[in-house]
């Protein structure tokens, strides 16, 4: 069954929406909603598609908005803002730090006109009309050149004129491609490349990129959801591999996420800001499992083109919104106390679970500011207190370690640096065994897996090459020990089971994350290799199946798990 759209007309009254109609195409519902706007009973209208695909798999999600403006509405005015890039040519305005310095700046006009930096700059009609915007603009540029020009030595008024000759210039440039004929329309093209190929025949190599932009924001200012123009962006790469395509795509979708409003629409209703740090994390690597029927379809396709793809920017742009939350002083969780300080756990685990801090040290500090939420004292004070103490609310010392290991790279912990190293190296040298640094009463595959993260935590930090390697080492005796005396290996190598199944869980358990890449995994390893030289290895493997297509696809996938627990 081929899928079938439907377009909902909804009209916002008082304080919700109610449906108004609807279409069959997309085109005569964006035409409608334009007529039901002239309506002054109407605060706003949107228009949400309905697809019915196949297998009866139903979605919806709001792909236009527009809201009449009140005149009680909060003024929209420059947002205070601590740090922004020096720009030296308007070219660099367009990089990822100067739109997201725009992003934040302009926060409340951007929330008002749900229009990414990117878009502003490349359609001349919206660039003119924020330009035009009171004095939004002027307030949002005194903002900027003060930061630069401190940071810089030069003149205030010096870099304020420099930043305004740079906008016009952007303006110009807009306006120019504004009146060029016969630019490509991206509607009706199925992808982004079919506009590249096209623009190639136009413009030189050097406007291809900008060029691209503007025929890219021409159709997304059409789209004011941000759910809706995620979901238009990577549509356009779904069947797309040229890497120029990817990386203007990547672009964009980057600035959805320097909003508030534009996170919170990628991850759905969330219980509370821990459950959704946590949702994000998992976006990013590409791990992210939807839950419920809240969370819109687009965000588990954006975690899959987040982990094979290679969104650069998009990437850093959801970190940088986690740090942004971390920093925060916003409640974790519901509940005071304890809730709290689980929250933060949960959270600090979460961007800890491969081993290394997701982020690297600027999430590390992150982390460390954040603890202020739960720190008496202000100031310098609260800072130097939440960075020491942040690293207790972690359950066991592996985690501890880890998580000191983290801050070593940053700046907020600098002061403790040395103390850190110090109780690391003392903690790891004085223990016997792996109940040391873990929880007793955790179950072993746990206990192994802490373990194995402390160790290639470790291996990937700043310590001095000899400290690191020694205390590495320690680790990976005491799992070895611990492998050892729970006889875990001689269970999976079980005599009574076939060779196909002990020779299989005994790969799985070297391929798995509870071992380290040494004493403890050469013990598992070594059962493996005494399997594999025993002769007639191949017929013994599979003596229990009998036809011989299936026989072939077990010693296939067998060798296949080899590769991956690393066997030559």
């Known amino acids: 069954m081929a899928r079938q759209e439907n377009f909902e007309l909804q009209v916002f009254q008082a304080d919700h929406w109610v449906t108004q109609g609807y279409s069959g ?45 009140a005149p009680s509405r909060e003024p929209i005015r420059a947002q205070p803002i601590d740090e922004a890039p020096m720009c030296a040519v308007s070219a660099d ?104 190929r096209r623009l190639e025949q136009q413009v030189g190599a050097d406007q291809l990129d900008f060029f691209t932009l503007i025929c890219l924001s021409n159709d997304l200012v059409q789209t004011r959801s941000w759910l809706g123009k995620l979901e238009r962006l990577l549509g356009l790469i779904k069947d797309d ?15 959805i996420f320097g909003t508030t409003s534009g996170l919170r629409d990628l991850l759905g209703r969330q219980p509370d800001l821990s459950t959704a740090l946590c949702a994000v994390i998992d976006v990013i690597e590409g791990k992210f499992q939807a839950k419920g029927d809240d969370t819109p379809e687009v965000t588990a396709q954006l975690a899959e083109y987040l982990s094979s793809r290679q969104m650069v920017e998009t990437r850093l742009a959801l970190l940088r919104s986690a740090k942004r939350q971390l920093r925060g002083s916003a409640p974790l969780a519901r509940g005071d106390g304890e809730h709290q300080r689980k929250a933060y756990r949960d959270v600090a685990l979460r961007l800890m679970r491969n081993g290394t801090m997701l982020g690297g040290a600027p999430m590390a500090d992150a982390l460390a500011e954040g603890y202020q939420r739960f720190v008496e004292e202000g ?4 800072r130097r207190l939440a960075a020491s103490r942040c690293v207790t609310t972690m359950d066991t010392l592996a985690d501890q370690i880890r998580f000191m290991l983290a801050l070593l790279e940053g700046e907020v912990a600098t002061d403790h640096k040395a103390d850190f190293v110090a109780k690391m190296d003392g903690v790891i040298r ?33 310590l001095p090459e000899s400290q690191c390697a020694q205390l590495a080492d320690r680790v990976d005796g005491l799992l ?25 869980r005994l790969v799985q358990f070297c391929a798995s994350d509870a071992l380290t890449r040494g004493k403890a995994s ?43 627990a690393g066997f030559d």
């Open 241 to 255: 591999t040229n890497p120029r395509s990817r990386a203007m795509v990547d672009r964009v979708a980057a600035d």
């Open 25 to 69: 195409n997309e085109q005569d519902a964006r035409k409608q909603a334009k007529g039901l706007m002239s309506n002054p009973n109407y605060g706003g209208v949107r228009i949400v598609r309905d697809l019915m695909r196949a297998g009866g798999k139903e979605t919806s999600a709001v792909i236009y908005t527009e809201m009449r403006e």
């Open 430 to 462: 004085r223990a016997a065994a792996i109940n040391d640094l873990t929880a007793p009463s955790l179950p072993p595959k746990d206990k192994m897996q802490q373990s194995a993260l402390l160790h290639r935590a470790l291996l990937a930090s700043s």
């Open 379 to 382: 100031g310098a004070t609260g």
């Open 522 to 564: 050469k013990i598992a390893r070594d059962h493996v290799v005494a399997h594999l030289r025993q002769p007639n290895f191949e017929d013994l493997f599979v003596a229990d199946i009998g036809e011989p297509s299936e026989r072939a696809a077990a010693l296939k996938s067998f060798y296949g798990l080899l590769k991956q």
């Open 480 to 504: 070895a020990a611990f492998v050892e005396q729970s006889r875990i290996v001689e269970r999976l190598d079980d005599p009574a089971a076939t060779l196909r199944l002990r020779a299989t």
């Open 93 to 196: 305005m367009h990089k990822s730090d100067a739109r997201h310095t725009m992003q934040r700046v302009m926060r409340q006009y951007i929330d008002r006109v749900t229009l990414t930096p990117t878009e502003i700059m490349h359609n001349h009609r919206e660039l003119k009309r924020v330009l035009d915007f009171e004095a939004l603009v002027p307030s949002a540029v005194s903002r900027v050149a003060a930061i630069q020009a401190r940071a810089s030595g030069e003149d205030p008024h010096k870099r304020n004129r420099a930043l305004f000759d740079m906008i016009n210039e952007l303006h110009e440039q807009a306006r120019l491609a504004s009146e060029r004929p016969n630019l490509p329309d991206l509607s009706k093209f199925p992808d982004l490349s079919g506009v590249v």
